[in-house]
């Protein structure tokens, strides 16, 4: 959403390409926008950091995985790191585009600390399913003159997939409907060729629209699936975007489970709150339009904290209290494993410790 000053700013093509009346611009249209947003100075850059990272440990979240949308924003980590002000543990997902210049650096997945380092290479292959962006094999429901729209030419995604893996990085892939996640399967599977995707942990970020062959392949080549279950509440219009039958599909997180899937539970922060307790307590409470793909506190918990650092490649010293980690654990208001979602959601985080040390909150 732009104001009156923002619209005064861009060409008279860039404002005419959203809707200039109510301000409104998606996808690529909102570009010229954040072009013209003023750089922030170093300082303003460390304060940003450190306000999401004291938001994520306010709900007992260690460790992030954020995308990087520019080199600056890792800068600011490095920064904190240096200074010994950085109260949590960071992986960076840079873009695909920076691949090639990190790569002429040395720098690939896991380069880095304890502290902070970087993760897998971020591309976009599909919109959203809110915006009806997001690429589907047959129409929208609500929408049939449309399928979504495909980011990338199937091919071109394929050799990006190719290239970054072989430049040393993980992939994490922007997959939200069933021929997105088609599309970027064939681009990982090709990627892989015969490897095992236990050495390269490639996820694919979202994987919402899920279909039972798709399922099965993430299944059979261990593609990492990273989810987030405060969609599932959000988007309580799915049902009618998608139709009854691909409604079955939407947001399986017990589907994936059961069919051996390594999965992961995020927020997509700013789509959806920082928030562990939110987002666990959205695995357990499922809207009523799919109540069979609950999770149960244990799955939603193993999920959330060793399947993250599964995705991260950090599970041998986080996700987990056991002896050799890097003891980063939280003390809560109440057991967890014997609450219902609604307790979970009124959880507190009242201590919370990161290598041993605590935290002030």
Known sequence: MVNSAALALVTDAERAAGDPEMGLYTEGDAAPFLRRIPK??????????????????????????????????????????????????????PPYSSVAALCDHGVNTTFGDDWLRFGAAKLFSD???????????????????????RIYDPADLKACAADAQTKGFQLAIHAIGDQALRETLDAVEGALGEGNNA?????????????????????????????????????AWTPDRVGPQRAMWAYPFRSML??????????????????????????????????????????????????????????????????????????????????????IGQLRAERVFVGGEEVTL
């Not at 399913?129 to 929408?143: E, F, R």
């Not at 499922?286 to 069979?292: F, I, V």
């Not at 939603?300 to 060793?306: E, G, I, K, S």
Request: some cysteine; glycine content about 8%.
């Open 40 to 93: 922030l100075t170093e300082a303003e850059q460390e304060e940003a950091a450190l306000l999401g990272c004291r938001v994520a440990l306010r709900t007992g979240i260690t460790s992030v995985h954020t995308l990087l949308d520019t080199s600056d924003q890792m800068g600011a980590y490095a920064r904190l790191r240096r200074k010994g002000k950085l109260p949590l543990r960071v992986t960076g997902m």
């Open 127 to 149: 919109g959203s399913m809110g915006a009806q962006t997001a690429l589907l094999a047959a129409p929208y429901a609500d929408k049939p003159d449309t399928c979504g729209i």
């Open 199 to 235: 050495v390269h942990r490639h996820r694919i970020e979202h994987a919402s629209l899920l279909p039972p062959d798709l399922l099965r392949r993430m299944a059979d080549r261990q593609i990492v699936a990273v989810v987030q279950p405060q969609f599932v509440p959000s988007d």
């Open 258 to 343: 059961r069919a051996g899937i390594p999965l992961a539970l995020s927020s997509d922060c700013p789509v959806e709150r920082l928030d562990g307790f939110a987002c666990l307590a959205a695995a357990m409470g499922r809207a009523p339009w799919s109540p069979e793909e609950t999770l149960t506190p244990e799955e939603a918990l193993r999920a959330y904290c060793l399947g993250g650092a599964y995705a991260a490649h950090a599970e041998d010293r986080v996700g987990s209290l056991e002896t050799g980690k890097l003891a980063d654990f939280v003390v809560l208001s109440d057991d967890l494993t014997r609450l219902d979602a609604n307790g």
